[in-house]
């Protein structure tokens, strides 16, 4: 059978699954979610042969150190993975929840009745955790799922896999409900991404290069996570010791995610004040500066920043600083340089905060708080596929209730239109 | 300039307006809707005397009658487009409002807050209605628009245009709020389309191959208002005089819209009751009926349906017609053939009425009523522009809120991630 007749084969079998999925109980689901941990857990044994073959093969080519660390798996983080999978069970199912409910002059009764989306396809790069996590929320949220990894954590996953496949057996959901592609054929994406008569939504998860190619080629709808090149403005009204402890936490907590702060931005009136104690303090944390021609007249020795400092996304611990006029001047920079993502206002000034939150379109904007917060369990949400820079649909942490769509439920006792 | 030069201009213009006009107060936004429809009514004569051109045209290129039918304008048509614009004042503002507010045990407080999409491009055809309907839907909702209409009614619509420009500007909002990009160019939607980092949104409005066309080449996220199939199932526990007016109103009161029935589903226990009944009033109402082998063995003389008459969108008075096993049979017909449009069931029994409801997996779902309801207005949401059949960001009726995004909006008093 040629590739293309396999991945419409598998597309078809999705949405067919993604049916009884959309009528299965909270508890059958539930129940499904234990059993895939339960199995998970029980190949523990076998899942780690199967990484150890990845991680020879990624040996030989040479892979990137950074690459490896993601590939790793151990029994704890197996353990951990199958932890996730069972926290799913014991958060609210979204389906069937009513958005709100009228009744129209005619007697009507409309409501918005949130529904699975139906068949997602994930596409993702080397975190073979991501094949356990993606499965579980979309099973959850009522979704089938088709997966494509990445050919280096091919054995990994496709281990991880069947682990799942058996729980769902197991527990009375067709197997279909998820499934995978195999990664070693090139063609596979392309076709997959033609599949729109099947699938309703796809989320790539990787690099920019990843998505962009995913974007271009798509014919289905595509929720984009995007980079992180999250701001933090310390207005001329803030606290310092308020903003110092912010802009510390937002570049060095976690430098290597995308919610951690990229640039530093200084109204004018402060700038004198603020920024020798956070240089200091940044430095004291091996964060490298890189500034602006007003801030290193201000902090003699700061390495000067590029152009393309700005915009950058550097998850490591760097950090681009200028000094900007205000609250106008931190928006226009963001506007211009950011990503969209999360960005944040230091200041004890209500009408700067106010305009700064109005202002500044990113999916999560603060005022007088971490960046690092941009997260669907730090959000309350459970868990989270992930950041959506994209304003269709999700925006931010995307968790259960985003991978919904949801129906007009319209009851009457006879009505027709005049 | 080169035509993608011109493109890439209008596109970054209207991203550049779109930040002002999303900090517009409602008055502001209102006052430029009025004076909108004010300079619509002004230019009536123009406008007129643009659309006579087009006319003139389109008969000289032998355009078919129907399409000549949308195309034309008259006094009262230019009156009525003035209308729907200036009643989009009273609306209430879709942008500020709080979907919900959440405290964290932190002291964090989230609330997720409506905000405008951004730029919005809508290409359509010859309706020359649509391009005062968009551009004003657009504005209220604090969107700038990029509109591209047909050929066949370029002078029309530049006549529209330049009316709604001056009224925008008058109101002192900018004027690329609103842009038109010059129809006579071919290439010119393939270059918007690649606009990602300036557009938001595309919505084609128009037949099905404009809508693939779009999906195919744009990197820009679309959402798609494809064919309506709308099914009526009358099962064996229907009311016969309800199932009646029902299935008469939603083929009969206009055929030619998205929303009337194509095909009427008849539960085998009802059919030989229920079948002679509606084929003699479809009949007496100019209704072709093109029936299944069930169906003309219980109404003698009926033309047979072909396999490609069900999932076909008629437009036009013309039924296709089915017996079918009940509530099953009805859903698995109408996954096979539906459109996700709109699909009612008529029934007393509440159990059949549950299970049709939870199983079709439509954007409304009917019990009881005609599907002609599904329509914004209808729907109490005062406008729409248009009837999504996509499950990502709007499902069904389109209106001022679904031309909407939100954003996260978090204040604190430093709090710093652990």
Redo the contacts between chains.
Sequence with gaps: MSLLRTIERTAKAAKEAS?AL??ASARKKNAALSAMARELLRDTGRIMAANRKDLRLAAACGLPKAMVERLTLTEARIAEMARSVRALASLADPCGSVDRR?R?PNG?L?SRVR?P??VIGIIYESRPNVTADCAALCLKSGNAVVLKGGREAACSNAAIYTALRRGIAGAGLPVACVSMIDPEDRKAVGYLLKM?RYL??VIPRGGEGLIRAV??NS?V???KHYKGVCHVYVDGKA?IG?AV??CV??KV?RPGVCNAMEALLVDRRIARRFLPVIVGEMRANGVEIRGCRATRAIVPGTKPAKASDFGQEFLDLVLAVRVVDGVGGAAAHI?EYGSGHSDAIVTEDRSA?RRF???V??????????T???DGC???FGAEIGIST????A???MALEELT?????????????D
Tied chains: 1, 2.
């Design positions: 049916r959309s009528r009228w129209r009507l409309i529904v989306i139906g729109d309703d939504l974007v271009e014919r709808p595509v929720i606290d308020k402890r912010i936490n937002a907590q506007a905060s939150l109005a202002e379109d990113s999916a999560c904007v603060y005022s007088n708080a971490s690092r917060f941009t730090q959000f309350g994209d304003k269709i649909h925006r931010g942490p769509s949801y129906k007009y439920v319209v009851t009457g006792n006879g009505q027709i239109r």
